[in-house]
């Protein structure tokens, strides 16, 4: 038997075996729901069952119905019947339920009653657990006080001294979750897909977004089409947005993410906005030695060339006649939207300035040679004469 055969046998086998141990993860499908009790189809000769109280909505009602597909732990086997979870603690649990959890890795329900040194004091079926802060979610603790009184999901990571030490991590369950979550992602994103997440939080390169089960970035240089100073001027954590996949990197868990193209090109209009002669009104954005950027509208800036400054008279820096910040009124002296470049020119400049910067006066003791001295002129005329 080749190698491939045999591992194909060996998962076959894995995947029938007729017995199932405590702590195992299974898939059933519900056949069933009667009062407090949800009846499971394991694929097995016995029924399993399932404490309906664990898919009950925040309204009283009931999350799931009969053919739908979950994922549940086996907790014990008694006389024929196996007792499933989807986690411990929502119920009547003791020590042996939660050692076998940390040894199963089996989810378990805990309260957070409280923040002590460290992190959070949580109740877990009755008993005492600590969760550390590095362990409460994916981020960084900013608020403790949103975590207090709230029931969550955690996974015992240290079951020490008989149950009286219990050290349990929400973010070993979260992980899980978004490892699921991005297997089904990679089936079904695409780049140029546009999706809507959750911003998760702010840099000053950029904001992350949560687009169903992992985060992607999108960079300053993608929130707008104008110039992005602070991200948090456009985007602010929880706040929803729709963005476009510029790039996925399953490898490296790298998707980056755009905002700007969601939104309209104003590159595309610009020649109807912003023709020839038209005048508006910008401002100022950035001052260089060879002219002024004027912002017109986000993402549009035309630039006033030095030549045209000044009034009429020389100037080594723009900064001599304007500052950045300063709104001024401008004429459009032409637009390139291919090159995504629009010239400017002052208001009131005429060719009559031009005139005057490029004009260089005699000096003032030239005399035309043509002319000659005045001495020469009066011996012209004596020799006529």
Not at 160 to 180: K, Y
Not at 185 to 206: A, M, N, P
Not at 277 to 289: C, D, E, K, M, Q
């Amino acid at each position: 038997m080749s190698e491939e055969n045999f591992a194909d046998l060996f998962q076959e086998n894995a995947v029938s075996r007729d017995t199932l141990q405590p702590g195992d993860k299974v898939e059933a499908v519900i056949a069933g729901i009667s009062g407090e009790s949800i009846f499971l189809d394991v694929g097995k000769k016995s029924e399993g069952i399932l404490n309906a109280a664990e898919y009950i909505g925040d309204d009283g009602e009931l999350t799931v119905k009969t053919g739908d597909s979950v994922t549940v732990f086996l907790v014990s086997m008694r006389g024929g019947e196996m007792k499933f979870t989807t986690r411990i603690g929502s119920g009547q649990a003791g020590l042996e339920e939660l050692e076998q959890a940390f040894h199963a890795g089996i989810p378990v329900e805990g309260k957070v009653v409280k923040e002590v040194k460290g992190g959070f004091q949580v109740t877990v079926a009755g008993q005492r657990g600590f969760c550390p802060y590095s362990q409460m979610g994916l981020r960084r603790v900013e608020d403790a006080e949103e975590y207090l009184e709230q029931t969550m999901a955690f996974k015992i990571i240290e079951f020490g001294s008989n149950g009286r030490n219990i050290i349990i991590s929400a973010r070993a369950v979260l992980e899980e979750e978004r490892e699921q979550l991005k297997e089904e992602l990679q089936k079904t994103l695409q780049e140029k897909d546009k999706v809507e997440g959750t911003v998760s939080s702010i840099r000053d390169f950029g904001a992350f977004v949560d687009i169903g089960g992992v985060d992607g970035l999108i960079p300053i240089s993608e929130i707008a089409w104008g110039q992005t100073d602070r991200v948090e001027d456009v985007l602010s954590v929880g706040q929803r947005v729709e963005v476009i996949i510029k790039r996925l990197d399953w490898d490296n868990d790298r998707i980056s993410l755009s905002l700007k193209d969601t939104l309209d090109n104003p590159w595309d209009k610009v020649e109807e906005k912003y023709a020839p002669a038209s005048v508006h009104t910008g401002v100022v954005s950035r001052l260089a030695p060879f002219g002024a950027f004027v912002t017109l509208e986000p993402g549009i800036d035309g630039l006033l060339h030095i030549s045209k400054l000044g009034s009429g008279r020389r100037i080594n820096h723009p900064r001599e006649v304007l500052e950045a910040g300063q709104e001024i009124t401008i004429k459009i002296d032409g637009v390139d939207r291919e090159e995504k470049r629009i010239s400017l020119i002052p208001e009131d400049f005429t060719a009559k300035d031009e005139e005057e910067k490029n004009y260089t006066p005699p000096p003032k003791d030239s005399t035309p040679k043509s002319m000659g001295t005045f001495g020469d002129l009066l011996k012209a005329q004596m020799k006529k004469k």
